[in-house]
């Protein structure tokens, strides 16, 4: 029987002790992991990131268990790791490799020193063709062959590609980080309803334009509704789902479809929505969207300068951004705001206005008795993003080619304390980085308002005085 290890791979060479972003199962890896199983494999999953095992520690425990395949995925921020990885595996071994930003990776990691072991690239659904690729049954033929490489593109055209996610099967022992104490401090665990998002964000690989060929996909309401009930005899303390779709309430409708599927249970919810998901929905929608359970939001709200905005293809009517997220918070559902500092062009004055809706969401929030958390980061292109190419096309390939080595943003971090962990690929903004990082700072610390805020009183505040 082949010996399979399924890497979460890791996103810092060494061990990151300041890295406290949440830490969330990684579910398509696990559904991976499943079909495999299900298929008669020797599979394992270590999650490199829940674990926070550095690089060497990884070669280390591979190159001891030898695993006949290595199946990890690989994004914008992890690339050099990854690569680095497979080269430091030296003895014989396959590997499969993963993820969106493989669409436009897949030509460099064809160049990728593997000490001559094979490497298979699959971009899109990976459950059903990493059982095939092992067992050398492969229906599809590659996208593109070079010595020993191969790279499958598992569209809505592909024999390999998941009509229908309501069946897909998740062996959630995999996992090892779940369920966990949520920031409220309910025990939570997690689950993915959809693949695919309706927007079209600039700096966003989800975006639906670069992803046509994939669909969008939703589970039924009764299929989620079976899964909430198999997690609550899973795990009998459970208080809370998390639901990490990019985006669960997009519309109206979808608020509608979650009211009716949490109304069955008697657990908190929290999930994504958009700026936009609430222009349609009345204030009694929201207020049973609360009684159901709904406790935050994360909502990308990314600027507060209609400029950029535009930019990035999301609405400019700040107003409308104040209303909707007010309104939440109104009824008592907590956000939790993301922000970006330094998009390309970006000017000094488009950073006060960003500040200044946090601030605005920050003060509507205490009036109201409840949190708008902010968590802020500065812009980095991701690869095949419109961004990344607009940045490309105005300051060449060399440039792009650094931005290739994104890298830990350590002087950041610092300044931040424990709250955040940023990457940094260059200031493309048209203002100096060191009004990038005081605004990211003042708005990040617009969170020592916040009770649930538990590193609040190790943040560094400088300059809070613009
Ligand atoms: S940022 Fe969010 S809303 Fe925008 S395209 Fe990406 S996943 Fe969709």
């Known amino acids: 029987m082949y010996k399979v290890l399924i890497i979460n791979s890791p996103l810092f060479r060494d061990k990151n002790n300041l890295y406290d972003e949440d830490s969330l199962p990684p579910i398509g890896l696990g559904i991976i992991a499943t079909a495999m199983r299900e298929n008669g494999l020797d599979v394992e999953l270590i999650d490199a990131v829940a674990s926070k095992i550095p690089l060497k520690e990884l070669v280390k425990i591979v ?121 409220f401090e309910y025990s939570e665990a997690n689950i993915v309803t959809s693949r695919g998002c309706i927007y079209n964000c600039a700096f966003c690989a989800a975006a639906r334009s670069l992803n046509k060929e994939f669909g969008i996909r939703e589970k039924s309401a009764i299929s989620v509704i079976m899964e909430i009930q198999h997690l609550i005899d899973l795990y009998p303390n459970l208080q809370s789902i998390r639901v990490l779709d990019d985006l669960f309430l997009k519309n109206a409708d979808s608020v509608e479809k979650a009211i009716e599927i949490f109304k069955y249970f008697n657990l908190r919810w929290r999930s994504m929505a958009h700026v936009q998901t609430f222009n349609k929905v009345s204030k009694e929608t929201i207020h049973k969207l609360k009684q159901s359970g709904c406790d935050e939001l994360f909502i990308g709200i990314e600027s507060g300068s209609p400029e950029v905005l535009k930019r990035i293809h999301k609405t400019t009517n700040i107003e409308l951004i104040k209303k909707n997220l007010s309104e939440l918070l109104r009824s008592g559902i907590n956000i939790k705001g993301y922000f970006i500092y330094g998009f390309p062009k970006e000017t000094k004055k488009d950073f006060k206005k960003t500040y200044e809706l946090a601030k605005y969401l920050t003060n509507v929030a205490q009036e109201n008795n409840v949190h708008f958390r902010t968590s802020v980061f500065q812009y980095r292109p991701y690869h095949g993003t419109e961004l990344y190419h607009s940045v490309e096309n105005e300051k060449g390939n060399s440039y792009i080619n650094e931005i290739l080595a994104v890298k830990p943003n350590k002087e950041l971090s610092d300044l931040l304390g424990r709250r955040q962990f940023n990457f940094h690929s260059g200031n493309h903004s048209a203002s100096d980085l060191d009004a990038v990082h005081d605004y990211i700072i003042k708005t990040s610390s617009l969170n020592s308002l916040c009770i649930f805020d538990p590193y609040a009183k190790n943040r560094v505040n400088k300059k809070t005085d613009f």
């Open 63 to 183: 190159s001891q268990k030898r695993p006949d395949f290595i199946c990890t995925n690989v994004f914008t921020t992890n690339l050099e790791l990854v690569k680095e990885f497979v080269a430091l595996i030296s003895y014989s071994t396959h590997f499969i490799i993963g993820g969106l930003s493989t669409k436009n990776l897949y030509k460099e990691i064809f160049e990728w020193n593997s000490n001559n072991n094979p490497i298979d690239v699959v971009c899109g659904d990976g459950e059903l063709i990493a059982s095939d690729l092992i067992l050398n049954q492969i229906k599809q033929i590659p996208k593109e062959e070079k010595k020993g490489r191969r790279y499958f593109m598992v569209d809505a055209n592909s024999v390999y590609y998941s009509k229908e996610i309501s069946i897909e099967k998740l062996d959630r022992t995999h996992f090892v980080n779940e369920p966990i104490k949520n920031i």
